[in-house]
């Protein structure tokens, strides 16, 4: 799909992997996190909502032998605890980004969001804006787009 290319091509822009997290909201099938733990990434946590997703989640980390190097709750990504990691990854639909941004707020947290229609960008653009975030990159993929910022 057009936005998990994007976020893979900007998940691969990222450099000095080693010793640094990620969060991968909204992990569906699991390719964004299994990208992320082949690239060095050394902690990679997962959040999934969608119970359906479940199979096909375990069924691709064993298919790349990541049974035990991905970690995967199932619950909404709006509760968490801790947003702290050093790169946040969250393909999901605009509204619950919009809810995301105000609970990110980890210095020198790199977010990457697609998901995100190109009319939709301008309020999404806004929301970083307003709760800090700097340096917003915006890429597009046919009618979709990926938005990458940083909260400094």
Partial sequence: HETTFLMIRELLKIRKINNRSLLDLGTGSGILSIVAKNMGFSTVDAIENDQICRS??????????????????FRDALQLDNYFY???????????????????KGKGTKLILSGILEEQTD?????????????????????WVCIVSDYI
């Fill in 123 to 143: 309020s999404v653009k806004e929301q970083l804006t307003s709760e800090g975030f700097k340096n917003i990159v915006i890429s597009k993929r046919k009618e």
């Fill in 56 to 73: 096909d989640f375990f069924d691709n980390l064993s298919l790349n032998h990541m049974n035990e190097k991905i970690s995967i709750n």
């Fill in 86 to 104: 050093d790169v946040i990854l969250a393909n999901i639909e605009k509204n619950i980004i919009m809810d995301l941004i105000p609970l990110i």
